[in-house]
């Protein structure tokens, strides 16, 4: 049975490529190679995504903030007119004595206090 050698045979022409260099170097040297690069890029992208975050939280503190007094007195006016009297009669003519109770229909599952 022939005996199989360990090390792949490579021509003349793929060791002077970039990438076999590389392949031979990152044997040596696997964390400068791959470690250290991709450490950097982790902390690299963190420097550069918090300023994006910073102005997504900047955006959203400007569309929901806190109203002043003066706009908090102008919200409401485009709403009806409230005349007290005309509310006190209207609530007047509602009839408070005759009506009759009625069971909310309960969701499915739920349960309806019925003993």
Do not use: C
Not at 36 to 61: K, N, Q, W
Not at 80 to 106: F, G, I, T
């Amino acid at each position: 049975m022939a005996v199989f050698q360990s090390k792949k045979y490579r021509s003349a022409a793929d060791t002077s490529t970039f990438a076999a260099k590389y392949r031979v170097m990152m044997a040596k040297h696997p964390f400068l190679l791959f470690g250290l690069p991709f450490m950097s890029i982790i902390v690299a992208g963190s420097f550069i995504l918090t300023p994006a975050t910073a102005i997504r939280y900047e955006r959203h503190d400007r569309r929901v903030r806190q109203l002043t007094r003066d706009e908090e007195l102008g919200v409401g006016k485009g709403g009806r007119k409230v005349n007290m009297k005309d509310e006190y009669y209207r609530l007047a003519a509602k009839d408070l004595d005759d009506w009759e109770q009625k069971r909310v229909k309960r969701l499915p599952g739920e349960n309806d206090g019925i003993l």
